[in-house]
């Protein structure tokens, strides 16, 4: 396992349009977490999943943002009507489950950019 | 959850060692203190995490003070390969998703 990926690492797109980005996590791992980075800021969590299920959104996660897993495997975080404002990093991370200072680990992250 | 405070920024020589520091006077007891740090252009990385004693692995050792309200995450040697924002995180039991809450971290520069 080369540990978690994402695709694409970078995307432009016109203000309105829909993105989805991908997520595979590390095989073993049921937590999925998506997190999004602006310049210059730590990264802001934005939802996460326990296997399928989505367990806690972000009130920074608006009614644009749909994220999914199915399957418990490789997540989905869509889009829809981008803004300007949307242009960031959106990273993803895995863990096992809390079992005491368990520790996540990053995908590179899609850039995102909206024109 | 808890709040980390650390420096904006900090500037190292090569080869020598780094003291990051890190306030965390909030601290539950079920706190973990986890560092990451996060190279350009590139997603957070796991470096290292600690309850009560000091750790040590490969990466860099972790100082955790007495009263757990402070931590220092030490580079025994550093390499301009190390220049990165470093993270101090607090990961408790009482967040149910134990997702990582970042602050701004620290900027760690290093002269050749």
């Known amino acids: 396992d080369t540990g978690v990926s994402q695709d694409p690492r970078h995307k432009i797109t016109k203000r309105g349009q829909n993105v989805t980005f991908r997520c595979d996590p590390i095989?073993?791992?049921?937590?999925l977490y998506w997190y999004r980075q602006t310049l210059g800021q730590g990264p802001e969590f934005l939802t996460y999943f326990q296997n399928e299920a989505q367990l806690e959104k972000s009130r920074l996660l608006s009614d644009r943002f749909s994220a999914e897993r199915p399957k418990g495997s490789f997540s989905t975080l869509e889009i829809q009507r981008t803004e300007q404002g949307d242009s960031a990093m959106y990273l993803c991370?895995?863990?096992?489950?809390?079992?005491?200072?368990?520790?996540?680990?990053f995908g590179q992250g899609t850039r995102l950019t909206v024109v | 959850d808890a709040k980390t405070t650390q420096p904006n920024s900090m500037e190292s020589n090569e080869e020598e060692p780094v003291h990051l520091p890190c306030n965390h006077s909030t601290i539950s007891g079920t706190d973990y203190i986890h560092w990451y740090r996060q190279l350009p252009s590139q997603g957070p990385e796991y470096v290292i995490h600690?309850?009560?004693s000091n750790v040590n692995n490969r990466m860099a050792s972790l100082a955790i003070a007495e009263d757990r309200k402070s931590s220092t995450l030490i580079l025994h040697r550093a390499t301009l390969r190390d220049a990165a924002v470093y993270y101090c995180?607090?990961?408790?039991?009482?967040?149910?998703?134990?997702?990582?809450?970042f602050g701004g971290g620290t900027r760690l520069m290093v002269k050749p």
């Open positions: 995180i607090l990961r408790g039991s009482n967040n149910a998703g134990n997702m990582l809450t």
């Open positions: 095989s073993e791992h049921n937590r």
């Open positions: 600690g309850l009560t």
């Open positions: 991370a895995s863990s096992l489950a809390w079992q005491g200072g368990t520790e996540a680990f």
